[in-house]
Structures are given as C-alpha cells and as structure tokens.
DNA sequence: CGCCCCTTTGAACACGCTCAATAACGGTGG
DNA sequence: CCACCGTTATTGAGCGTGTTCAAAGGGGCG
C-alpha cells in the first residue's frame, strides 16, 4: 500500500514491514476534511476507526449551554480509537482543526488482523493505553496546574509528539489551533490564554509567530510546567533521551504534503514586522540589500538564511525559520 | 469459584456462567488492603490486573510540589485496568480509598482466556470504553462546569455506579471519601467543596449524613449539572431507564460484607443529633419511648423504622436509613 | 476522657473571567 | 496594488469564583 499511509503509523508503532502490510489492508477508504468539519459526531454509532494521515484533529465535547471542551488533540499518525469495538456510541466528537486527510480502518477488518497479528494487536494496546495516559495527564493539568503550568504543559507535550514524527525543527513546530481552541482545551478564557502566552514570552521560554511555536529553554519550560515526558510512552523518553536530541539528527524531516504548507508561504509583512534593526543589519551581511516587491528590503538565499536562523544565535529568528518554504535553493526576499 | 468473587464481575460485564467462570479461574490470588495504603504505584511496572471485591479505590496521580489529583473512583465490582498488557510502567497510582478486598489477576491468564472467550474480550474492551469515556467526562467537568455542577455531576455519577451494582437504598448511598477526597477530584479546595455541598443542601437536592448521601431530587440535580446517564454506558441508561427505577425493586440488596459496616453500626449521638422534634413525636408513633443506654431516648423496632425511613415521606430521615443495621428485626435505640 | 481528623464558618486575597476596544493578519474583490 | 472584511491576537478595567489562612466545633476511636 503507497507510502503516505505506511509513514505516520511506522513512527506511531514499531512494526514490521509485514505488519505495516497487513495494517494497511484494512483501509478502507480515504477521506479528505475540510478545517472546522467534524470527523465523528458524539452520539453516533461507531462504525469505524481514522488514522489521520496529514493535519490536526481534536477530541471534543459540548454542553447543552454550548460550553465546549477539546479532550485532546489528533496529530498525524494518531487513531480516533484504538480499540476495534463496532458500533457503540461515541461518547464525545472529533472535528478538524486543519484541512485533513485521514484513513478509515473498518472494526471488523482490524479485529480479523488482530487475530493473525499479535504485534498489531499489542501495538493497538499500547496506543490505547498512551492515549488514555495522556488523557489522564490532561486531568491533572484542568485539576492542579495553573494557567502558565498548563499552557506550558500543552507545548510541552506537542513539542514531543511532533518531535516524534517528524516535525520540529530547530525546536520549532507549527501550531495551527488558535488561542481559543487551547482556552478549550486548558480550561481557560481565550484571553486568559494570550495573557499567559504573553507571560512565557517574557520569560524567554518561547517564541511565537503566525501559527509558529519555538521552544527557547525545553528544560526550563519543562520544569516550570512539571512536566515528564514519561507517560507518552515513548521509548526515547524511557532511555533518558532529552528533547531534541532524541529525536533530531537522525530522523528523515518531515513530509508536509498536507495544509502546512499553506502557512509556510512566507509573506513580507510577517517576516518584516518580526525584524529589528539589528536584524536588518546582519541580513545585509548575509545576503545582497535591495528592493523587493513588498517595498525596500531585502534579498537573502534561502540556504543561508535558513542556516543563520537554525544557527540559534539569534533565537527569535530562529522561530522564523519555519515559515520559509522547502525549497531552499530559492531566494527570500525580505 | 467464590460468590463473592462472581458476583461484582457479574454486575458488570453480562457473562454467560461459563464465561464468569473462565474469568474467575485467572484470578491469582485475592488481597486485603487498609484504607490509605496503595493498591498500585505509579512508576512500578504493571504485573497483574486487580478487582475490587469490596471497598473503594481511587487513581491518582502527584506532581513533585505535593499536589495531588485523583483521577476517578474504582467501586466494588470495576477493574484496574482493562487490557492484559504485561510489563509497561503504570502512569498513576491507584490507592485504597476504604479498606479493601481485591482479586489479582495475571496478565497472561486473561489475555489467554480472552483468546478462547471472545465475550470476555468484549466485556473487557467495554469496560476499557466506560473508563475511557468516564475520564472524558471528568475533562469536562473539570474543564467547564462550575464547583457546584461540578459536585452534583460527581454525585450523580457515583449514584448511577452505585445503583447498578445495589449499592443505592433509597436514594441513599455511602459516600466513604471526605470533603478533602472530594476536593481532590473536582479541582476545587477542600473549603470549597464544604460550601457547594452547602448550597445543594440549601437547594433542598441533596441530604448529607455521616457519609451518607441522600439525593432529594435526582432529575433536577442531573439538570443543574448538566448530567446525562448516557456516557456511563449502562444499557438501563441507554433504553431510557431512569434513576433508582431501573436499578431498584428486581435486584438482589447490595452485599456489604467490607467496612462500610464499620459506618453501618448505628450511633447514638449521631442519630439523635439529625432529629428534630417532631421526628420524635413520630417516632414515639412507631415505637415505645424510653431511656436506652445512651440517655433519654426512643426503642423503635428497626424494621418499622426502616420502614418509615424508606417510605421517604420525610426526606430528611430517609437519609439515616442506610445508618441501622442489616439486620432489620432488631431494636434500634435513639 | 482526650486526641485527631473532618467539617464548617469567616475574612482577605488572587487567579482567572467578562466586557469592550483596538490592533494585526490573511483573504478577497476591485 | 489597495481597500475592505472577518478572524485572531492583544490590552485594559472591573468583577466573581474559588483560594488561603485561621479558628472553632463535631464526631469517632483508642
């Protein structure tokens, strides 16, 4: 079966080849979602499993009142469930938080595996068991930490998920969930969000940019939030593995064929309103000053750029360097 | 195998006899556990599958700092997990809210009974499903509801456990953690959740005795708190059944053979100081005054005053009623 | 009888919320 | 290239829920 499929869930459970096949075969069908629509619909009979493929998705329940809380959210390579049960009635709602693509696995097909396949069996377990894990984590947050403890928390837990299929770079990820979604997912006001974001910032613990997340200190942001990155279950966690170092080198970078890429063009005007004089200075080091088509500015080639803002001298450029394209070989013009 | 250990399993997962008895035959040994102490440690590797027979527990979690969330209440008759996962580091601990009794159960036993019996994996991944599904909701009490909504969402659901294995008498049951217990589930402080027990009191929804509570009016307490039966996945919620009339008349009494007989034991002190006058006037109706050892007080024949009690013409004495003994024909002193 | 745990109550305080206004940004159409 | 629109982020002020600290009372249990 093609390749897109294989890749997220080899990162998720460590199969082999042969059972990434016979994993595969239960796909049914693929859909595409649009932002905002829903996966599955509290109250409905479940009649089938997602692995999403490419894009974000979140957990979530509502009140008759319309209060509404995301109970966690789907990255890819994720399962909506991951027990194969037909037809009970989903307690809770999964909707898309970006555009996303996501497989359907039909319960009767996964079960027969399971039979055959004890490997998937038990891999199916252990995502159940991390899901359930960070649920409970998710408790302990709403319950005990405060606002900054729990906001921290969140990033925390993103920065590992995604550290593990992939797509941190430079201790930078995407983030496409807008503030109120995480004050529906904290517990918390949307502008109590922004205020404790404000506070992170202030601290030096992260940067923030247009959808762009950039750990500065994962130690210190770790410690501030209580953080242990033990119960996801990662095996790079149980060997003492730390943050990036666990994960970086060594791992192909992600593929982003999904609605990222979107938010990777990068615009003038937000690159330009992140910079400082001092910035403009070093950039007309770098590369050659001139005028763009967004006004005066400046022309830099992307290799370079990308290779002073990953550098890390500079950290708030460094929270830049994910909004360039792929193509380094092209020019920026800034 | 044992009743006693039949019996809970029964209640909740509708086995077959055969198929209760494969359960019961991977039961390893059975273990008696004092209030306070810990069943199972978060960090230590998960070898065995534990059900309570009898008692209360309770799954926590701590951070470093001390503070302390409990995650959810296992009753007499739930499991500590619910797949035969051998060997992965527990994420949380679970600790023994009352004295209790458990049975342990190997990993291997079930996973191979669960091959030969396909109903008991399905019961399994049901219970897995409830636990999963109850944790949700807990993220959204914890998340959106108010302290108040918060209690009564906590109340309601412990009712609904409790009822479906017998342990609800009248709208009464025994509530064995303390307000600090509670506190530590709902987020809230333990003052906190003193004063929001005080307003549903006010309220006239709930009654509290001596670990005893007394629900007055349950559709209107699952309104405030925005209460649906649905998510518990009881088959009584989901055919329409509600409140003590699908749980009541046909079911066998609970089987209190652990230490919430301890607190059954009625007290002197403790029931004169719940009447009021013209509770006296009615008991001396029913039974004939004199002075027990206690001082001055009232002879009544427990069964008549059981009687009355459950009769529910005065809400507040129906509350004592889980307070006198078992054994109904002897003389119960006020 | 005395100790200790649990509950209850009061007062001051803080975290987080609501309301409201403004700014920033991306997308769209001219 | 620009103006406009809807969404998202930011900031301020006032307020309310829930916290902390402290003290007193009730009840069980040794």
Not at 267 to 294: I, K, M, N, V, Y
Request: charged share 20%; hydrophobic share 40%; aromatic share 8%.
């Amino acid at each position: 079966m093609p390749m897109t499929v294989s890749a997220p869930i080899a990162r998720l459970v460590d199969l082999e080849d042969s059972d990434q096949d016979a994993f595969c075969s239960t796909i049914r069908s693929r859909r595409r979602i649009s932002a905002r629509d829903d996966v599955f619909k509290e109250g409905f009979a479940s009649r089938y499993i997602s692995l999403i493929l490419s894009g974000w998705a979140y957990r979530y329940k509502q009140l008759e009142d319309g209060r509404q809380q995301i109970l966690g959210f789907l990255l890819p390579g994720d399962l909506t469930e991951a027990s194969p049960v037909n037809g009970y009635l989903l307690d809770h709602s999964v909707g898309a938080l970006t555009d996303l693509i996501c497989a359907d696995i039909s319960h009767e097909a996964l079960a027969t595996v399971c039979l055959s396949r004890p490997a998937i069996q038990k891999a199916l377990a252990g995502e159940a068991l991390a899901m359930s894990s960070i649920q409970r984590e998710w408790l302990m947050s709403l319950g005990q930490r405060t606002g900054t403890e729990r906001l921290g928390h969140l990033l925390c837990e993103l920065y590992w998920r995604l550290g593990r299929i992939g797509s941190v770079q430079a201790e930078t990820f995407t983030l496409p969930a807008t503030q109120g979604d995480l004050a529906a997912a904290l517990g918390l006001s949307t502008v109590h969000v922004c205020r404790k974001f404000a506070e992170l910032r202030e601290l030096g613990l992260v940067q923030t940019s247009w959808k762009k997340v950039h750990i500065c200190d994962v130690a210190q942001l770790q410690a501030l939030s209580c953080f242990r990155p033990d119960y996801l279950y990662f095996s790079e966690a149980l060997t003492g593995g730390h943050g990036w170092a666990a994960h970086g080198p060594g791992r192909p970078p992600a593929h982003e064929d999904d609605i990222f890429s979107r938010s990777n063009v990068p615009r003038c005007r937000r690159l330009r309103s992140e910079l400082e004089a001092a910035d403009f200075s070093l950039l007309r080091e770098l590369g050659r000053s001139g005028t763009s088509h967004c006004g005066a500015g400046y022309s830099v080639p992307g290799a370079i750029l990308k290779a002073y803002c990953q550098s890390a001298l500079n950290c708030r450029m460094a929270a830049l360097s994910g909004c360039f394209g792929r193509n380094e070989a092209s020019t920026i013009k800034i």
